[in-house]
């Protein structure tokens, strides 16, 4: 079963703009991952933050983690057509090595 | 090799049938996973591997599914009896075990089940 639940959805901006994308899961978790995914196919890593941490960066990635709420954002600044892809949030708990993923939020950016 | 491969790309095949799905991790990674998306869903694990084990393969749905990675390496995902329901792409990843026991994971192109 999924754990994650992402919102929106689907988002549609207009390149330049930010997005901003959030998840929220069930249980605790040692850490939250990240991944983007083209056309349905191999999901590349984006950004790891572990459950201690409150906030990371990576280039125009900024990665949130509120483990009191059980949530995450991902923010993507000054968005490019580029970034068009399906972003996924997945948690590691701590008793287990597999990821479970969330639902996913499609992103559409405009030239 | 350079990343995660999956062999093959697409697979058609026909209810009843059995399929094998076959993944070469990235040299020297231990750990080897198997997932499944649906159409519009994000990726449910199935499997898990650290070395030749199975270390954890609670995501498999029944006992039609089935995986073996013999010598620790290449893993093979085998299906019997292949039902409508089982078709949608199979993602296999391999881990890089970082600092502080940290993962992530490192996904292959998938290979697309299609089954009729």
């Known amino acids: 079963s999924q754990q994650g639940e992402e919102d929106p959805q689907a988002l549609s901006i207009q390149e330049g703009e930010n997005a901003t994308m959030n998840c929220s899961y069930k249980?605790?978790?040692?850490?939250l991952q990240w991944y983007r995914q083209n056309s349905g196919r191999g999901l590349v890593h984006l950004i790891l933050?572990?459950?201690?941490?409150r906030e990371k960066h990576s280039g125009r990635l900024r990665v949130t983690l509120d483990t009191s709420k059980k949530s995450s954002s991902l923010l993507i600044t000054a968005s490019r057509a580029a970034d068009t892809a399906s972003y996924f949030c997945a948690t590691r708990s701590y008793n287990t090595d597999k990821l479970i993923f969330g639902t996913g939020t499609r992103l559409q950016v405009f030239p | 090799g350079a990343g995660v491969s999956q062999t093959p790309s697409n697979k058609v095949t026909e209810k009843g049938k059995y399929v094998e799905l076959r993944c070469d991790p990235i040299?020297?990674?231990?750990?080897l996973y198997w997932y499944r998306q649906s159409l519009g869903q994000g990726p449910e694990f199935l499997i898990y591997f650290q070395g030749t084990g199975a270390a954890d393969d609670s995501g498999l749905p029944n006992d039609r599914f089935f995986a073996v990675r013999p010598e620790g390496s290449v893993s093979t995902l085998k299906i019997q009896r292949t039902e409508r329901g089982d078709s949608a792409v199979y993602l296999c990843a391999s881990t890089s075990i970082g600092k502080a026991g940290l993962y992530e994971q490192y996904f292959g192109p998938g290979t697309r089940l299609t089954v009729t």
């Open positions: 249980t605790s978790i040692n850490n």
């Open positions: 933050i572990r459950s201690n941490e």
């Open positions: 040299s020297g990674h231990t750990a």
